[in-house]
């Protein structure tokens, strides 16, 4: 699994409350006119635009609960196509200590620390937007579901119930790009060798009544600041980024499948 610092818990900058050191990119989201206790559905569209058919890169957003400091996450990797066919990887996660589940996507723990990791895979579409809708069904009960926005199809990632005392999904919070296998080891020459990718981040919204959405540009950290030829603009349906460099395999050894 990945492996995310908990730093955010730490500090107060922004920065800080992104997942560790070696990530790539941030990108900060907000919602207007939240209600104290939170609300009860956010959907983050993504788009991969263009990655690798090959693990390595996970794009996400993170949220907090009223009530509780840790945070969900949910969000797309790539996989190998498979049989011809293209497969995504969706992920939904609460590192909130406490978390419980019996869905069969779904098992205890998340990135070697408290909470519950979700995940499905499904024969999708790059280029295409997905909705990643994170929503409460009943008392304290969580269902993360992606949707084909061109289809409408619906698959559901996982769900899980969060500890007493944990409310609705707060105003703010930001999403982030990372090359996870980096989280593991770090190759030789690993900012140069790191694989292509093109995403949006789309704005994010809420059946909430008068809530309304914004997607910050993106903005590198990391130890690659600098040397990964970054570039983030708005774009009509929210705010692209893109990072890396065609052809590279991640790996620094040139192996092209490596995790
Ligand atoms: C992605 O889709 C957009 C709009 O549908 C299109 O303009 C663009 O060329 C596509 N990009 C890739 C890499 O396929």
Known sequence: MII?????KLATSLLALLPTALALVGSGWSLSNVPANGLRDVTFPITIVEADHF??????QQFNFAGVSDVGYTGIQPRPDSGGKVVLHGVFSSFVPGTTTN??????????????????????VFNRTYDYEVKTTRNRVWVGTAIDTVSGARVQIGSWTLPTG??????SQVGFVEWYPWNVVVPPNHCANLPYQKTIFGVPHTTH?????TQSLS?????????????T???VSGVENNCGFRGATGSGKGVRTLY
């Open 103 to 124: 869905d069969k996507n779904c098992s205890p723990g998340a990135d070697g620390g408290p909470g519950v990791s979700c995940s499905v895979e499904w024969n999708g």
């Open 55 to 60: 693990a390595g890169y996970y794009f996400a």
């Open 219 to 231: 903005y590198e950290y990391g130890d690659c600041v600098g040397q990964v030829a970054f570039h």
């Open 166 to 171: 944990s409310g609705g999904i707060l105003g």
């Open 209 to 213: 009544a008068g809530s309304i959405g």
């Open 233 to 235: 603009e708005q774009v």
């Open 4 to 8: 995310h610092s908990r730093i955010w």
